[in-house]
């Protein structure tokens, strides 16, 4: 084979060899797109996620505070009405002692004045 020969032989396998490398570029550069592609729809997607998930939490803390206010809204119902149910008994109770105090001062008064009018002879009875 001549020196020709060989150099043709060679530029055919360069050019051959250029092809290649072209077409493996392209490859990788799809390949690469792909890979970008497919990871942009993941970001996207794990952003939906998130915002559904956000949502999520937001509704259920809406909830939970709803019947956590519920619930202290009837506890504290049920303290003032114990308390003013405690307030009229205390007031009952008041009324009463008064009114008791009040006969057993006109009971001393009137056994104070008896005595007295025994000692001092206006006794009338």
Do not use: P
Request: hydrophobic share 35%; net charge negative.
């Amino acid at each position: 084979m001549s020196i020709e020969n060989k150099i043709d032989d060679l530029k055919t396998k360069v050019t051959d060899l250029g092809d290649e490398a072209k077409f493996n570029a392209e490859q990788a550069k799809l390949d690469a797109e792909k890979t970008l592609n497919d990871v942009k729809h993941q970001a996207e997607e794990a952003k939906l996620n998130g915002e559904k998930a956000l949502d999520d939490f937001k509704k259920d803390a809406s909830a939970q505070f709803a019947e956590t206010k519920s619930g202290v809204e009837d506890t504290v119902d049920q303290l003032k009405a114990g308390a003013s149910e405690k307030l009229d008994e205390a007031k009952l109770k008041v009324n009463t002692l008064k009114d008791e105090a009040v006969e057993k001062f006109d009971e001393l008064k009137q056994g104070a004045s008896h005595l007295l009018n025994k000692i001092t002879g206006n006794d009338k009875a």
